[in-house]
């Protein structure tokens, strides 16, 4: 499981033209379920994003987290994450089907709203126009497989 964390001033998600998710200060997470992912990696995931500490203390340093700066989420479903690029049309072959990701996507953000931070999503599988401010750029990769 991957995700990619974006450290944002606001971000928001459209989709047909309507905005189905708005943040300000927080997290876009673009989240990519590969096949044999499981519960333990979506909540070792959740945990690990939503207690990243990347936001500046009064000493300018990257030291609070979500939690300190009362912090949101925006929570996108992203399966070209597992893109293989070895030619230059990427093959999704590693990314999990939706049967099997959509419930692990779910659970992602239904673990991030039990630690108790507020979590706007997209529509998984849905053509969708994100849109943010980046503030820093603060941008981490994370990936199951190296944490």
């Known amino acids: 499981m991957r995700a990619v964390v974006t450290r944002v001033s606001s971000a928001s998600v459209e989709i047909d033209g309507k905005v189905t998710g708005k943040i300000e200060k927080g997290f876009l997470v673009l989240l990519g379920i590969k096949d044999g992912d499981t ?3 979506v909540k070792k995931l ?3 994003v939503c207690n990243l500490r990347v936001f500046a203390d009064s000493g300018g340093k990257m030291n ?3 939690k300190a700066v009362g912090g ?5 479903s992203q399966f070209t994450l597992f893109a293989d690029c070895k030619s230059r049309r990427p093959g999704f072959t590693l990314a999990a089907r939706p049967d ?3 419930p692990l996507y779910e659970l ?3 673990e991030c709203k039990t630690a108790g ?4 999503t997209g529509t998984f599988g849905a053509m969708m126009n994100i849109s943010s401010i980046n503030s820093g750029p ?3 990769l994370l990936d199951t497989e190296t944490m």
């Open 108 to 110: 992602f953000i239904t």
């Open 72 to 76: 949101s989420l925006l929570v996108i």
């Open 64 to 66: 609070l987290d979500l």
């Open 46 to 48: 959740a945990s690990k």
């Open 138 to 140: 603060v941008t981490i």
């Open 100 to 102: 099997v990701a959509i």
């Open 39 to 41: 519960i333990d990696d």
């Open 117 to 120: 931070f507020p979590v706007e």
